[in-house]
């Protein structure tokens, strides 16, 4: 399958956590499939609704993760995450992003605010993300969405 990806692209996570909450730029919103919080109310043994309220006009998501008083999300505990085997989709991808064009061709783009991603420029010579490494993405992209392989 076809698809756009940045190329030239190292990324290796700095464990900051600015991904799991608001910043002074970003309201952040953790997005949930249905899949994803039916998954994480049974690994923590909790209803939906302790971690997520249920949302419209997002979809494919149906709720959004609780956040804490400083805006981070519930489930972050010393910049580490507490649910990182079932975290969601959204979670997986970051910091990526894919969209679909009217066309169905599917682009990822990448964040400007991770300081885990470098380029060329400032990147290490390892750790670069290729092809293989966002076909991963978007198969995971397509069972979580669609409950099946490409």
């Given at each position: 399958m076809h698809f756009n990806y940045p190329t030239e692209i190292f990324f290796v996570c700095s464990k900051c956590g600015l991904c799991c909450g608001d910043t002074p730029n970003k309201i952040r919103h953790v997005l949930l499939l249905k899949s994803d919080a039916e998954r994480i109310a049974t690994s923590t043994n909790q209803q939906i609704n302790a971690f997520a309220d249920q949302i419209s006009k997002k979809e494919p998501y149906i709720y959004e993760m609780h956040k804490n008083f400083e805006g981070v999300c519930i489930f972050l505990q010393?910049?580490?995450?507490?649910?990182?085997?079932?975290?969601?989709?959204?979670?997986?991808?970051?910091?990526?992003?894919?969209?679909?064009?009217?066309?169905?061709?599917?682009?990822?783009?990448?964040?400007?605010?991770?300081?885990?991603?470098?380029?060329?420029?400032?990147?290490?010579?390892?750790?670069?993300?290729?092809?293989?490494?966002?076909?991963?993405?978007?198969?995971?992209?397509?069972?979580?969405?669609?409950?099946?392989?490409?």
């Open positions: 010393n910049n580490r995450c507490t649910i990182y085997a079932q975290r969601p989709l959204i979670c997986r991808f970051y910091p990526f992003e894919l969209s679909t064009d009217e066309k169905g061709i599917h682009t990822f783009s990448v964040t400007g605010e991770c300081p885990g991603v470098r380029r060329p420029s400032n990147g290490v010579g390892k750790n670069k993300l290729d092809k293989l490494f966002f076909d991963r993405l978007l198969e995971l992209a397509f069972v979580e969405l669609n409950g099946r392989s490409l």
